[in-house]
C-alpha cells in the first residue's frame, strides 16, 4: 500500500500574541481533511512576544502536520508591522497574488492577529478574486479558552465557520 501524497496546499495566518488562535484553526481544518503543506505566517517579528509565538505555531504544526500525512511542511514567516494597517494590506494582498498562479490550494486564516486584519483578510478572501478554497475563521465562545489547545476546549465553546461558505 502506497502512502497518497498530500495535495499541496498553502495556509496563510496572521501570528500575534497567541498562538493557540493559529493552531486551533489549523487543528479543526485537519480533522475536516483540510490539510496544508505549506505555511506562510505573517507576523511583526520585531516583538519579542510574537516571536515566541511564530517558535510555538511552528512546533505545534510540525507535530500535527505529521500526524496528518505532511512529516515535513514548509514554513516561512514574512514580517509585517502590526501596527502600519496599510502596509498590512499591501504584504496580505502580495503574498496572495503570489499564490494565486502557484498550482496550490489556497487557505487563508483570518482568526488571529488584529481586527482590522481579520476585517482586510475578509474583504480580500471575499472579494479579491484571488481563489480561496477556505476563508477559515474560528469562534471562540468563551474567552477562558484563549490559549487552551484544540482538544481540550468542550466542542459547543468554538466552531469553525468557512466564511466563504457562510456568506454566500
Known sequence: MH????????????????????????????????????????????????????????????????????????????????????????????VMAQLKNSGDRIVLDITAGRKYMSALGMALGRWGNIGLEKLYYTHLYDQRYTDVPYPLIPRHQHRLYDLLETFQ
Open 3 to 94: 502512502a497518497q501524497t498530500p495535495v499541496r496546499r498553502v495556509w496563510v495566518s496572521v501570528v500575534g500574541w497567541s498562538p493557540m488562535a493559529v493552531i486551533n484553526t489549523l487543528w479543526g481544518a485537519c480533522e475536516q481533511g483540510i490539510v496544508p503543506t505549506h505555511l506562510i505566517l505573517l507576523a511583526s517579528e520585531d516583538k519579542p512576544e510574537v516571536q515566541k509565538s511564530i517558535r510555538i505555531v511552528e512546533k505545534y504544526a510540525r507535530a500535527l502536520l505529521a500526524q496528518f500525512g505532511v512529516p515535513d511542511p514548509k514554513m516561512e514567516t514574512r514580517s509585517i508591522d502590526e501596527d502600519d494597517l496599510k502596509g498590512f494590506w499591501e504584504t496580505l494582498k502580495q
